[in-house]
């Protein structure tokens, strides 16, 4: 049995093989950079990144490794984020302040060391990228308990930035303070969406009658209540603990499995994964006339093509009530079936992006 320093001794000797295999694979990359930038390729492929971290998954499952999917997906990630940086740092727009949640989920996709633009909008973000001052942009999309966020939609079916990746992020939220007990508390600071994800619990601490003042961000009111200590954040524990309000309670969502779902925007278009989603936006030309929606998803339903979603939206360009649907499916837009479908209704489809589907 080995003895604490025999184990740190091993554990050294371990790190040091390891830092130079990473440089060696530096190295490497720094050469697919070098490619890139004479083919002008994409410098992030998310398809690539998918297939790597399915081949060493499998490949630990088959060897009996001790670590899990969600252990390699975490260290690669990192990895890549360190990679894509070293062939060309690129700016990443995200909806901020710092401490959202949007900032941790462009963080865990993107890494700790890369160049964060945070934004006080989702429109902000769109526009940056719009005018290549950013390379991507990470918005929320919609969220499992409160639905679609309708300005990302809106904004998709607009602009000529694409999704070129999606993730799902559970979302937990806490209750921070500087007051010493609930009774001095007189207001409470949040998102209007963090007032509606907590009800029950401001309830049981007969939280519900006093001030709850809405704000742009979670972060935000982090911010506001480390100026004020007779209030209190309904916030990330993140955003708590950058801005120095104590967390009094965690994890106080009604429902556990809170999560949402944000999407990566940029200017190119991946490669088939062969485990895509597609998301487009369809304007229907008869779509006053019965049985329109019927008649276009039928054509997706004869390709077996599965949709994952669909929401109707305002198409807010004539006075009445004429409405645009915003559809995923599963399949690459580059994929035969698809393009069959597609071309049937080139006129009334926008692509919006083909990207590896993200576990939710
Ligand atoms: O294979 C590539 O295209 C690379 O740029 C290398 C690499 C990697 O580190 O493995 C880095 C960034 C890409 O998103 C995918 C993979």
Known sequence: M???????????????AMLELLNKRMKVVERVGEIKQESGG????????????????????????????????????????????????EKIAYLGPEGTFTHQAA????????NYLSLNSIESVFK?????????????IENSRDGVVGETLDLLSKSSVKIVAELYMPIHISFATKADSLKKIKRIYSKDKGFGECREFLNEYDLMNIE??????????????????ESAAICSHIAAKLYGVPVMFENIEDVHDNATRFVILSDFKNGISGDDKTSILAKLKDANEAGSL??????FDAAKINLSKIESRPSKESGGFGYWFY??????????????????????????????????
Request: proline share 3%; with cysteine; glycine share 4%.
């Open 42 to 89: 994409a410098v992030y492929r998310p398809e690539r990144e998918k297939a790597i971290i399915e081949r060493l998954s499998k490949l630990n499952d088959e060897q009996k490794g001790l670590l899990n999917k969600s252990a390699i997906e975490a260290i690669f990630l990192e990895i890549f984020a360190v990679a894509r940086n070293l062939e060309l740092p």
């Open 107 to 114: 963080e865990s996709r993107f890494g700790a060391m890369s």
């Open 212 to 229: 709850h003042i809405p704000v742009e961000s979670t972060a935000k009111a982090a911010i506001l209540a480390s100026e004020d200590e």
């Open 128 to 140: 940056e990228l719009e005018a290549k001052r950013a390379k991507f942009g990470v918005v929320p």
């Open 327 to 360: 559809i995923d499916f599963y399949g690459h837009i580059d994929e035969e079936r698809v393009q069959k479908v597609i071309q049937k209704h080139t006129d009334e489809v926008t692509w919006l992006g083909s990207y590896v589907k993200g576990e939710d």
């Open 294 to 299: 019927v008649h276009f998803l039928s054509d």
């Open 2 to 16: 080995k003895t604490l320093d025999e184990c740190r001794e091993a554990i050294d000797s371990i790190d040091n």
